[in-house]
């Protein structure tokens, strides 16, 4: 049958077909736009309390792994290009053990100057000492004599002047050995600034400098040099909300695992709870949590766990509450 184009209706055939062939189309544009309800395993575990604290009253806190003599950050006392370093990351050091060290060419030649000026101080006054020694015996002979007439006015006067100038002499050498000397020890402390020890025996945890790199004292760094602490045992330092703190049984230990891997809980021992409530730092990034919130800080050693925990590294905590008689 062949399609009348001229009785063809637009209200009464056409508009039903668009209509249809609109429906179809919403249909799948919905269909293709519904979400993917397919169920899967969460990326990281999350934390949960332990079996011991499930039923109990707790206080759950976060916090960051710290060395157990918090970190040190070290720098260095006076300007310079490093001609040595001798230390990398993961490095344990001794106390006293050189770190690098900062050119110290300039104070080495202050050091020779001063040498050299304690060198012709002391020869100095080792002539005046001869000199003073000589005018001395003169003047003595000159006194001792019996006969007046044998010895002028004059020659003992000018033996008197020899013996005071030689004195004098003398001082004003001692005078420039002291100086001499102080100049020696001023670039002997320079040297000693120049190189950088370590304050504590512990690990090496960071540099932030190389070799041949000029390093300056006037500040504007955005990180110090070498971050370095004892990390034999490994602290933590958990934040508790300072509306969770009066709840907090201090002394009581913590169960800590790292962040993601809620399954690795460790019993961590009570060390001391800090004096001062701060403002919070270590954030776990919840979309509920506030920013303006101040923290007791609770300080806890690890016990070894062979890597399973690393300074830096954020951590869940759960700590027994004070019981309703306490």
């Not at 668009?18 to 979400?35: K, R």
């Not at 060198?119 to 019996?146: C, F, G, K, M, W």
């Not at 000018?158 to 003398?170: L, N, Q, T, V």
């Not at 990034?285 to 050693?301: C, F, G, M, P």
Request: glycine letters at 8%; aromatic letters at 4%; proline letters at 6%.
């Amino acid at each position: 049958m062949a399609l009348d184009w001229k009785n063809l209706s637009f209200s009464r055939q056409i508009l039903p077909i668009i209509a249809v062939i609109g429906l179809i189309a919403a249909a799948a544009f919905i269909l293709a736009g519904l979400p993917d309800r397919e169920l899967s395993e969460p990326e990281r575990e999350p934390p949960r309390a332990p079996e011991a604290l499930a039923n109990e009253a707790r206080v759950a806190g976060s916090g960051v792994v710290e060395p157990s003599s918090e970190t040190i950050q070290i720098g260095s006392a006076l300007s310079g290009l490093i001609t040595d370093l001798l230390v990398q990351p993961g490095d344990r050091v001794g106390e006293g053990q050189v770190l690098f060290t900062v050119d110290d060419r300039a104070a080495r030649a202050q050091l020779r100057e001063a040498n050299a000026a304690i060198a012709e101080a002391r020869a100095s006054i080792a002539e005046a000492r001869t000199a003073q020694a000589t005018a001395a015996r003169q003047l003595t002979l000159y006194r001792n004599v019996d006969d007046p007439a044998a010895v002028s006015r004059s020659e003992v006067i000018r033996a008197e002047g020899e013996a005071s100038a030689a004195r004098e002499r003398r001082k004003l050498a001692e005078a420039r050995l002291q100086a001499a000397q102080a100049r020696a020890g001023s670039a002997q402390t320079e040297i000693g600034r120049l190189t950088v020890r370590a304050p504590i025996a512990g690990e090496i945890l960071a540099v932030n400098i190389r070799k041949g790199e000029y390093v300056s004292t006037m500040g504007g760094g955005s990180q110090p040099f070498i971050e370095m602490g004892q990390t034999q045992p490994l602290h933590v330092r958990i934040d508790i909300d300072e509306e969770q703190a009066p709840r907090v049984a201090l002394g009581a230990p913590a169960t800590v695992s790292p962040r993601g891997a809620a399954d690795r809980q460790v019993e961590a021992v009570f060390v001391r709870a800090e004096p001062l409530v701060v403002p919070k730092r270590s954030l776990t990034n919840s979309a509920a949590e506030r920013v303006d919130v101040r923290v007791l800080q609770v300080i806890y050693q690890l016990p070894e766990t062979e890597g399973l925990f690393r300074v830096g590294q954020q951590v869940d905590a759960y700590i027994a509450a004070r019981g309703s008689d306490q």
